[in-house]
RNA sequence: GCGCGGGUAGCCAAGUGGCCAACGGCGCAGCGCUUAGGACGCUGUCUCAUAGGAGUCCGCAGGUUCGAAUCCUGUCCCGCGCACCA
C-alpha cells in the first residue's frame, strides 16, 4: 500500500473522536502521574495560519508523549473573544473597508456568500472557531492534537464569566485593584479610548511626558496693553522633554500666526495654543478660556524663569507647531543645534523684528548659556556640533542627526553645572527625573503628554492623551511582587535564558489599567459600563479547563462567588463546588504553558502573578516554554498583505504528519521557523521514504534473534537514540528529539544496509525491532503514521504501548567503537583510491604490531592517571615508562614518534572511549569486516598481522599504528 | 536607550574548549536505476595534492591556552519586546 496521508489520517481522525481518546479525567492514576498542558486559547479575529499550528502542535507532541510514559494528560482548548479586535474588524467588515474584506477573502479565503455571516462580534468569532474551513478547531482537529473538546468555551460565556467576576472581586477584597486616573490614547472625534489597533496614523508612536515650565509674566494684558493685570500673573507654560536644560533658556518663541488662548487652568492663568488648551482639559485640568488671541499677541513679551529668575523674551517663529506641547517653546541655543541656528537666524531677521516691534539690539544681545559640560565638545556643545558638521541653516537634513547625536551625549555624560546645586557635577541621566519632581513639587513645573507626531484614529479623529478614570491592577505592589519574583524563582523556564526577562517584567511593571469601555468581555462586577480588558481576564483561565464541562451541569445562578470560593480557594460552604475542587486538585498546578515568547513582557507575567496572590505555592505553574515566530519563505507572514499559508492547504497538499514534522523538526519551538514549501516538500518526501521502507519490513519475513556484529551494532546505536530522544523530549527539544530519532537514525540504518547483508534473520529481527521502537518514538510527532505502522506490525497504535527505554542487554560501547574502526578503515581505503585515481585489485590491511598496543596502553593507563584534568597523557611520563622495556629501548625513535602519535591520539578523547578501545581485538574486527570490504571495493582484502612478517610489497606494515592500520593498494 | 537573542560554507542551519574542514537539509554536479520521471540509491560540493596529506576557514580586531567556531576583551551589524494591545 502506498502513503496516502490524506486517507490514513482521516481513519485516524475519526478513530480518535470516535472512542474519545484524549477525554482525560481523574482516575486511579496518582495526581503525581498526571500532566496539564495548556497553550494560550486563540484569537479569532481571523482564520488559523501555519504559525498558529505549530503554536498548538507542540504542546500536542508534549502531551503524546508524557501519555506514552504513562502519565494522564490533559490538553484542553477554549476561545478568547474579550476585546475589541473582533468588534473592530465587524465593524470596518460592515462599513466595507477594503482592506479587510481583501484580508479575508484573500488570506483566509472566506467565500463572497459567507461574509453576510461575520457582520456581528460572535457570528464572526464563530465563523473562525468553527465553522471556516480555516477555523481553529477544524485546523486543529485535522492537525490531530489530542485535545479534550468537552472543556471547550468562550470568554464571553455566562459561566466563565461569573468566574472572572469571583476573580476581579477577590482582587479588590485584598485590595490589589484600585482607582485613579491614567493617561490613555483617546479619539477626540468619538470621546473614546483607543488601540494601537484603532489607529489609521502614528500606530507606533508613543506618547511622551513633557516637562512645562511655568515662565511668568506679572503685566501681561490682552491687547498689548500692560499694567492692568493687577497682581495676578500670567504663565506661559513652555512644554520640554529636556527639562534640566531650564538655566539655559535665553528666550522664547511662539508662532505669531497661531491660535493661542488665555484661560484659567486650575486656579492659574495660562497661556497656550487652542489645541493645548484642548489637551488639558482632556488631562483633568479645570479649564476655562477667557479670550483668544494670535501669537503676534504675545511677540515681544518679557517673561520670568521660574528658576533662575532671569527675563527671557518671546520672538516670533514659524516653526514653532501650536499642536505640539503647549505651542510655546524654550529655546536653549547653548545645547539645542535647532535652537542655536533658530537663534541665529532670528538675528539676521532685522527686518521681521522690527516688523513686530522688537528691537533687534535687544535680540543681538542674547548669547547661548551653557549649563553642562561634556567631554568631546566644546564650552556650546550646540555651536560646536553645528559648526564641525558644515550646517548653517536649519533647512540642513543633516541637523537632525547632529542633533539626536548631541542629546544622546549630552544624557548619557552630560555633567550640570554648578548652578543647579544639589544636582551640579551629576550626570543628566541620572538626575533628570529627581530634578523634575523637585521643581514640580515646588510648583515651578507643570506636566503634560503629548505624542511628538500626529496620531489619527480610524475614525478620522485626532487622537490625543486623556486621563480616564480607570481601575487597575497594582503590580507593583511590594508584596504581590515578592510573590510573583517567587513563583519566577519556582518556575521551569525554557528556555533557560527566559528566566531574566521574567524577573525584569516583575520589577518594570507599574500598576496595569485592567479595565475598557468597550468590546467583548467580562462586566467589572461594581460597574457594568466597563469590561475586563483581554489580558486581565486570561491570568487564571487554565484552573477553569479542569471543570469547565462539569459546570455545564450546574445552572449559571448557582455559579456565585461563594461557589468559586469554595471551589479555586477551599472555602468551607458549597458542596457541589468542593466535590468539582478535587478535579481542580487533580490537574492543577500547570505542568507546562506553551506560549509566545513576546507575551513574557505581559500574558505570561501576568499569569504568574495572579497565580502566585490566588492559590497555595504548590498550585503555582510548574513550567513555561515559550515560542518564536513563524516566517513564510524568508518573511513575516502577513493576512493583510495575503502572505499567509493556512494548515488546510498545507495539509491538504503534504498530510498532517508532514506538516507536524516539518513544523516541530526545522527549528526548535523557541526559535522562529520558516516554512519554506521546497523544504516541506522534501520533508513528505522523507516521511514517504520511511513508509515505503516500513512497509518492507512490515510485510516481510520476522527473522529471528541471531545476532551479527552489525546487527549488535545497529541495537546499540538504537539504545543510545532512546536515550537522546528521551533527554530532549524532557527539554521540549523537539527538534533535537525528532531530528535524532528520524534523520539521525537514517544515517545509521544506511550504513547499516550497506554493511549487513538485510536477507539474514538476524537482520529481520533487527530490523524489526528497530522499527518497532523508532515507531514509538516518532509516534508524538508523526502520530497518523507511527500509529499506522506500529499497529500493522505488533497488532497495537504506538500510542498504546510504553515510551522505549535504553534495553541494557543491547547498550554496547565496544561494538559502537569497534564498528567505527571500520567506517575509518573504509574512509582511509576511500581516501587512496581517490587520491591516486587507481582500481585496486588486493588491499592489504596490516594491523599493528604487539608492543605498539602495548605501548597504547602504557598511554592510556597515563590519560586515565591524569582524570582527563587537562594536558591529557604526559609524553615524558609515558616515554619514561616505556623506555625501562628493554626491547623497546632498542627501536628507540620509532617508540618516541609513536608516542608522540598515540599521545595526541588519547588528548583527542575520553578515559572510557579509550579504555573501551585498548579492550578491542583489531585484527577480528578486521577479519570480520573483510567480506564488506570485498564487495565495497570489488577487490581481495587480505588482514594481516605486522608481527606475522607478512607479505609487504611496498613496506608499508611497519606504518601501522594501533586503531590505524597501515594499508597498501595493488 | 533598557532587556533578551543572534551573526557558521551558494541558501537554511547544527555545533559552545580537543573525535571540527565543521551534523543535517536545500541547491548544484557526477554515477547507478529507469518508459531520462520535480521518485529512489550512491558519490562529490573551501583550495592544493598520483598513498590515507597540507593550507586556509566559523561578522571584525586583539587576548588566554599545548590546543578556540567554542573562553575573555573591544568593535561593527541584525532580530524581538518595551505596556494598557492580542
Known amino acids: 500500500m502506498s502513503y496516502d496521508p490524506q486517507d490514513l489520517e482521516a481513519r485516524w481522525r475519526e478513530r480518535w473522536a470516535a472512542s474519545g481518546r484524549y477525554e482525560a479525567d481523574p482516575d486511579g492514576r496518582d495526581p503525581e502521574e498526571s500532566t496539564f498542558v495548556t497553550v494560550p486559547y486563540p484569537y479569532p479575529s481571523g482564520g488559523m495560519h501555519i504559525g498558529h499550528a505549530r503554536t498548538y502542535t507542540v504542546p500536542d507532541v508534549y502531551a503524546r508523549y508524557r501519555r506514552q510514559q504513562g502519565d494522564n494528560v490533559l490538553f484542553p482548548i477554549a476561545w478568547h473573544v474579550t476585546g475589541t479586535p473582533i468588534v473592530g474588524a465587524v465593524e470596518r467588515l460592515k462599513k466595507g473597508d477594503e482592506g479587510q474584506i481583501d484580508s479575508l477573502q484573500n488570506a483566509f479565503g472566506v467565500p463572497e456568500a459567507d461574509l453576510k455571516n461575520l457582520e456581528t462580534p460572535m457570528g464572526f468569532a464563530r465563523y473562525f472557531i468553527e465553522e471556516a474551513e480555516c477555523s481553529y478547531k477544524s485546523g486543529m482537529q485535522q492537525l490531530g492534537l489530542s485535545i479534550d473538546w468537552r472543556r471547550e468555551f468562550t470568554t464571553t460565556d455566562e459561566r466563565y464569566q461569573r468566574f472572572i467576576t469571583w476573580q476581579y472581586e477577590t482582587l479588590k477584597d485584598r485590595g490589589l485593584l484600585e482607582k485613579g486616573l491614567h493617561p490613555v490614547k483617546f479619539c477626540t472625534e468619538q470621546e473614546t479610548p483607543v488601540t494601537t489597533h484603532d489607529l489609521l496614523e502614528g500606530e507606533d508612536v508613543e506618547y511622551q511626558e513633557y516637562t512645562l515650565v511655568k515662565f511668568a509674566s506679572s503685566s501681561f494684558e490682552a491687547g498689548g496693553a500692560s499694567g492692568g493685570g493687577g497682581d495676578t500673573d500670567t504663565i506661559f507654560p513652555m512644554a520640554t522633554l529636556r527639562p534640566e536644560t531650564v538655566r539655559g533658556v535665553t528666550n522664547a518663541y511662539v508662532d505669531p500666526d497661531g491660535q493661542y488662548v488665555i484661560a484659567t487652568v486650575d486656579d492659574e492663568r495660562w497661556i497656550v495654543s487652542v489645541e493645548a488648551a484642548e489637551k488639558l482639559e482632556y488631562q483633568a485640568h479645570e479649564v476655562s478660556i477667557e479670550t483668544e488671541l494670535t501669537g503676534e499677541g504675545i511677540v515681544g513679551e518679557t517673561v520670568e524663569n521660574p528658576i533662575t529668575g532671569e527675563d527671557v523674551l518671546i520672538l516670533p517663529a514659524d516653526f514653532v507647531d501650536t499642536d505640539s506641547g503647549s505651542g510655546v517653546v524654550m529655546s536653549v541655543p547653548a545645547h539645542s543645534p535647532d535652537d542655536y541656528l533658530a537663534l541665529q537666524e532670528a538675528k539676521a531677521d532685522t527686518g521681521r523684528l522690527e516688523a513686530y516691534g522688537i528691537d533687534p539690539a535687544q535680540v543681538e544681545a542674547i548669547e547661548p548659556v551653557p549649563i553642562l559640560s561634556i567631554e568631546g565638545y566644546g564650552e556650546i556643545p550646540a555651536k560646536d556640533a553645528v559648526e564641525s558638521a558644515g550646517i548653517d541653516a536649519s533647512s540642513d537634513p543633516e541637523l537632525k542627526t547632529v542633533t539626536q547625536e548631541l542629546y544622546t551625549s549630552e544624557f548619557h555624560r552630560g555633567e550640570l553645572d554648578d548652578a543647579y546645586g544639589e544636582y551640579g557635577g551629576e550626570v ?36 490625543v492623551v486623556a486621563y480616564q478614570d480607570t481601575w487597575f491592577l497594582r503590580y507593583n505592589d511590594e508584596a504581590w511582587q515578592a ?48 469590561i475586563i480588558e483581554p489580558l486581565s481576564d486570561s491570568t487564571i483561565y487554565m484552573s477553569y479547563y479542569t471543570i469547565a464541562h462539569r459546570l455545564q451541569e450546574i445552572p449559571v445562578e448557582e455559579l456565585t462567588p461563594e461557589f468559586f470560593d469554595s471551589l479555586l480557594l477551599g472555602a468551607e460552604g458549597n458542596e457541589t463546588a468542593l466535590e468539582l475542587r478535587e478535579e481542580w486538585d487533580y490537574w492543577y498546578p500547570i505542568d507546562y504553558r506553551c506560549s509566545a515568547n513576546d507575551l513574557i513582557s505581559n500574558h505570561l507575567t501576568f499569569f504568574l502573578y495572579h497565580h502566585a496572590e490566588l492559590f497555595e505555592e504548590p498550585k503555582w505553574p510548574q513550567g513555561i516554554t515559550v515560542m518564536g515566530m513563524g516566517l513564510l519563505e524568508g518573511e513575516k507572514m502577513s493576512s493583510s498583505k495575503g502572505h499567509v499559508e493556512l494548515p488546510n492547504d498545507a495539509i491538504a497538499e503534504y498530510g498532517a504528519d508532514t506538516v507536524r514534522f516539518f513544523l516541530l523538526n526545522s527549528s526548535e519551538p523557541w526559535q522562529d521557523f520558516d516554512w519554506r514549501a521546497e523544504e516541506v516538500g522534501s520533508t513528505r518526501n522523507q516521511l514517504e521514504r520511511f513508509w515505503n521502507r516500513a512497509e518492507e519490513v512490515i510485510d516481510g519475513p520476522a527473522g529471528e534473534r541471531d545476532l551479527e556484529q552489525v546487527d549488535r551494532w545497529l541495537l546499540a546505536r538504537l539504545q543510545e537514540t532512546v536515550a537522546d530522544v528521551t533527554a530532549a523530549m524532557e527539554n521540549f527539544e523537539t527538534r533535537t528529539a525528532s531530528q535524532t530519532a528520524f534523520y539521525r537514525f537514517e544515517e545509521h540504518l544506511k550504513w547499516y544496509r550497506r554493511r549487513a547483508d538485510l536477507e539474514r534473520p538476524g537482520a529481520r529481527w533487527t530490523l524489526r525491532t528497530v522499527l518497532e521502537t523508532r515507531l514509538r518514538l516518532l509516534a508524538p510527532f508523526i502520530p497518523f503514521m507511527a500509529n499506522e505502522l506500529h499497529e500493522r506490525l505488533t497488532g497495537e497504535p504506538a500510542e498504546d504501548v510504553p515510551w522505549p527505554d535504553p534495553v541494557p542487554e543491547f547498550q554496547n560501547d565496544a561494538v559502537i567503537a569497534e564498528e567505527g574502526l571500520v567506517t575509518d578503515l573504509v574512509a582511509d581505503v576511500r581516501d587512496i583510491v581517490d587520491v591516486t585515481d587507481t582500481d585496486p585489485e588486493i588491499i592489504r590491511v596490516y594491523v599493528a604490531a604487539g608492543w605498539k598496543n602495548d605501548v597504547f596502553d602504557t598511554v592510556v593507563e597515563s590519560a586515565v592517571d591524569q582524570g582527563g584534568n587537562g594536558g591529557g597523557p604526559n609524553q615524558g611520563a609515558v ?14 625513535n620509532a617508540v618516541n614518534a609513536l608516542v608522540g602519535d598515540l599521545v595526541s591520539f588519547a588528548r583527542e578523547r575520553d578515559g572510557d572511549t579509550l579504555e573501551t578501545l585498548a579492550a578491542v581485538d583489531e585484527q577480528a574486527v578486521y577479519d570480520d569486516a573483510s567480506a564488506f570490504l570485498e564487495r565495497e571495493f570489488d577487490a581481495t582484502v587480505q588482514v594481516l598481522a605486522e608481527d606475522d612478517d607478512p607479505e609487504d610489497p611496498a613496506d608499508k606494515a611497519r606504518h601501522a599504528q594501533p586503531f590505524r592500520p597501515a594499508i597498501h593498494l595493488e
Open 428 to 463: 543628566v541621566e541620572d538626575v533628570r527625573e529627581d530634578l523634575k519632581d523637585h521643581y514640580q513639587s515646588q510648583g515651578a513645573f507643570g506636566a503634560m503628554y503629548d505624542f511628538p507626531e500626529p496620531v489619527i484614529s480610524r475614525a478620522g479623529g485626532k487622537v
Open 483 to 530: 510573590k510573583a519574583s517567587r513563583a519566577v524563582a519556582n518556575l521551569d523556564a525554557i528556555p533557560e535564558n527566559t528566566r531574566e526577562q521574567y524577573d525584569h517584567t516583575v520589577d518594570w511593571l507599574e500598576e496595569w489599567p485592567c479595565i475598557r469601555n468597550y468590546g467583548l468581555g467580562t462586566a467589572l462586577p461594581w460597574d457594568q459600563d466597563f
Open 879 to 892: 616515554m619514561g615508562q616505556v623506555m625501562q622495556n628493554e626491547a623497546l629501548r632498542e627501536k628507540g
